[in-house]
T-cell receptor, first 112, second 111 residues
Framework: DGGITQSPKYLFRKEGQNVTLSCEQNLNHDAMYWYRQDPGQGLRLIYYSQIVNDFQKGDIAEGYSVSREKKESFPLTVTSAQKNPTAFYLC???????????FGPGTRLTVL | EDQVTQSPEALRLQEGESSSLNCSYTVSGLRGLFWYRQDPGKGPEFLFTLYSAGEEKEKERLKATLTKKESFLHITAPKPEDSATYLCAVQATGTASKLTFGTGTRLQVTL
């Protein structure tokens, strides 16, 4: 089965705790992205990576960190420095040579 | 700054009642315009990419068109299963990989 997997679907954390969201793909896509979606707002880019061992900040990178050690994986860590972490987090991938991005099913993070 | 405005925010149609969704954009130079469909609690599903004014693309009951300032998503004879939020995004030239999204149009199709 080809696709993008995000786990878990729902995640609850206490304020002040770091949490890592998983994104795995077996589409052999080079580019991977992290967005957050909040009610009434458009998707906003957090981080993206176009190649293994390299990544760039998006528009709202403060309080987040990422790594890209493998082509298939692009985990996102939401740190305690993120002031308003409760949101729907979406991972996307894109094949080389195109601009189209394909999205995973998302992880809903709630910080209590 | 790139901007995308979608209208209306919400649209309610009866089955079979055709309509259009609008996506107006401001961008220094357009590299591509993207339409996605998103069901509640799920990730967006890719529909279309448009690159130049005058371009049109179709998929089942949906047709996307592009001008220099806006894009339309035409829905012909919609069915209840077309109910979803439709998202528009633009990519500017010189901004590799960065999409700017609108807030979406929430479409409800009733029997």
């Amino acid at each position: 089965d080809g696709g993008i997997t995000q786990s878990p679907k729902y995640l609850f954390r206490k304020e002040g705790q770091n949490v890592t969201l998983s994104c795995e793909q077996n589409l052999n896509h080079d580019a991977m992205y992290w967005y957050r979606q909040d009610p009434g707002q458009g998707l906003r880019l957090i981080y993206y990576s176009q190649i293994v061992n390299d990544f760039q900040k998006g528009d709202i990178a403060e309080g987040y960190s990422v790594s890209r050690e493998k082509k298939e994986s692009f985990p996102l860590t939401v740190t305690s420095a993120q002031k308003n972490p409760t949101a729907f987090y979406l991972c996307a991938t894109g094949p080389q040579g195109t601009d189209t991005q394909y999205f995973g099913p998302g992880t809903r993070l709630t910080v209590l | 700054e790139d901007q995308v405005t979608q209208s209306p925010e919400a649209l309610r149609l009866q089955e079979g009642e055709s309509s259009s969704l609008n996506c107006s954009y401001t961008v220094s130079g357009l590299r591509g315009l993207f339409w996605y469909r998103q069901d509640p609690g799920k990730g967006p599903e890719f529909l279309f990419t448009l690159y130049s004014a005058g371009e049109e693309k179709e998929k089942e009951r949906l047709k996307a068109t592009l001008t220099k300032k806006e894009s339309f998503l035409h829905i012909t004879a919609p069915k209840p299963e077309d109910s979803a939020t439709y998202l528009c995004a633009v990519q500017a030239t010189g901004t590799a990989s960065k999409l700017t999204f609108g807030t979406g149009t929430r479409l409800q199709v009733t029997l």
